[in-house]
């Protein structure tokens, strides 16, 4: 079994900064990809980044919605990625998940479907 623990949400201004975090733990846990999901009330789940180590997207692949804005860092060996996001949103209020990619195809994609195990979300508001 594979558990994921995000942490790091909250409520914050328009304009302000917080960064996610997700720590990756389980048996034989080996991934190269890792990737952040949001859910807005009423609204489907929707992709933000993903990382996927010795790859293309080394440093990170994003959203359009939050290129330049957030910025993903992991660690490999810790099996931990966080999402530094900056000026922030109204419209980035959402329940944040993490996911990995066990069994999936090992590269920073955009489709839930591909990664396997995920977390139980931690919510972000920003205020206008």
């Known amino acids: 079994q594979v558990q994921l623990v995000e942490s790091g949400g909250g409520l914050v201004q328009a304009g302000g900064s917080l960064t996610l975090s997700c720590a990756a733990s389980?048996?034989?846990?080996?991934?190269?990809?890792m990737g952040w999901f949001r859910q807005a009330p009423e609204k489907e789940r929707e992709f933000v980044a993903a990382i996927n180590w010795g790859g293309e997207y080394t440093h990170g692949y994003y959203a359009d919605s939050v290129k330049g804005r957030f910025t993903l860092s992991g660690d490999k060996g810790e099996n931990i990625v966080d999402l530094q996001m900056n000026s922030l949103k109204p419209e980035d209020t959402a329940v944040y998940f993490c996911?990995?990619?066990?069994?999936?195809?090992?590269?920073?994609?955009?489709?839930?479907?591909?990664?396997?195990?995920w977390g139980q979300g931690t919510q972000v508001t920003v205020s206008s």
């Open positions: 389980g048996r034989t846990l080996s991934t190269n990809a």
């Open positions: 996911a990995v990619q066990i069994a999936g195809p090992q590269y920073a994609s955009a489709w839930a479907g591909d990664y396997d195990y």
